[in-house]
Structures are given as C-alpha cells and as structure tokens.
C-alpha cells in the first residue's frame, strides 16, 4: 500500500505479547514492501491516526520494474536507505545510551519529514507516544519518560503530547553523537526517465 497520509507503525511479536517496533511510516511510504518476497507477512501495521492508502498489487510492482529502470532503481536505493536507518537503530541499541536512542530517532524523523515539507521547523506533530518509542528502542515506558525529562531539563527537546519542539537543534545532534548521514542527490548512475 502507498501511504497518502497518516502515520502508520510496522512492528513484530515477540513472545510473551511483545512486540519490536521496526519502522515508523509517513506519508509516500510504501507499506508492506518488505513482505514482498514472503508468502506470508512478515510485520504488522498498525496506523497512529487516521491514514489514506492506496493499494498497489504484487502485478503492478512487476510492471513498474519492467517498465520503469529509474523508478525501479529509486525504489533499490530506498530500500538500501531503510536497511542503513535499521542497522544505525541496532547500533544506537546496543551500543548507545537510551537518551542518544530517543535523540536519534526524533532527529532522524524529522530529516525524513523534512523530505516531504522543507518548511518542518523545529515544532512538528509526533503522533508517536512514548510507548511506541520504548517498542522500537527496547526500554520500558517509565525509562522513556524519565529521558524525556532529561531532555527537556538539559534543554534539548520538549515532548507534549503529540508534538516535539527541538530547542537546541545542534546540542541534540552533539548529544547524540553519531554520523550524519546525507543522501545523494540525484545520483548521476541511475537509468534515464
């Protein structure tokens, strides 16, 4: 499905009734792309709030390939971005304290808004709730909350519910302290349209 609007979680069990949070979908998203190869799917969707949707059909991704080498080959690097978002969350995971976790994944959020709205400033809607946000790093509720007061206390960030305010924008990024990284503009290799 092509996300149109909405924001959209895919995530999977685990035992005991828990579950991973693996990505967080926005509007241009294509969802359920990765259960692509699988007779079965691989992750469960669950929408944050009202979403549009519009189904694209395994037939319909085989003629876009047939058809269509540029869109084909965007399609390759988006999926070779989310594999590089997945191992940068792994390393944050293991590697990481949870304050650099929660930083790095409203930082990185906000970079894949910023895609779409060039006018996101540092306030923007979050309709992630700090549950959503302990799925996905793998902390408790009450650490997440704990952070956050952290954040706010070190005047990095302000987390109302349904909206985050970055306050010191280059402090956060310091706090973190991890690579940024810059997609390619219009890479020079891809087919020709």
Do not use: Y
């Not at 949070?21 to 992750?43: E, N, Q, R």
């Not at 989310?82 to 650099?100: C, H, I, N, P, Y």
Request: proline content about 4%.
């Amino acid at each position: 499905m092509l996300l149109l609007d909405g924001w959209a979680i895919s995530s999977l069990d685990v035992t005991e009734g828990g579950r991973q949070i693996v990505k967080v979908h926005m509007p241009g998203d294509l969802v359920g792309l990765t259960s692509l190869p699988f007779t079965t799917c691989v992750d469960t969707v669950i929408a944050l709030n009202d979403v549009q949707v519009c189904t694209v059909s395994q037939a319909a991704i085989g003629k876009l390939f047939h058809n269509n080498a540029r869109l084909a080959a965007l399609l390759f690097l988006i999926s070779l971005e989310e594999r590089v978002m997945l191992a940068d969350r792994l390393v944050m995971v293991g590697r990481t304290a949870t304050s650099q976790r929660i930083a790095a994944l409203i930082l990185q959020l906000r970079d894949r808004m910023l895609r779409s709205d060039p006018s996101i400033g540092l306030s923007f809607r979050f309709p992630l709730t700090q549950l959503h946000v302990a799925d996905m790093i793998g902390v408790t509720t009450v650490h997440v909350s704990r952070i956050v007061q952290e954040l706010a206390n070190e005047g990095l960030l302000k987390w109302e519910r349904g909206k985050v305010t970055i306050l010191d924008i280059k402090a956060l990024q310091l706090w973190v302290g991890t690579t940024s990284r810059e997609l390619v503009q219009e890479p020079t290799w891809l087919p020709l349209p």
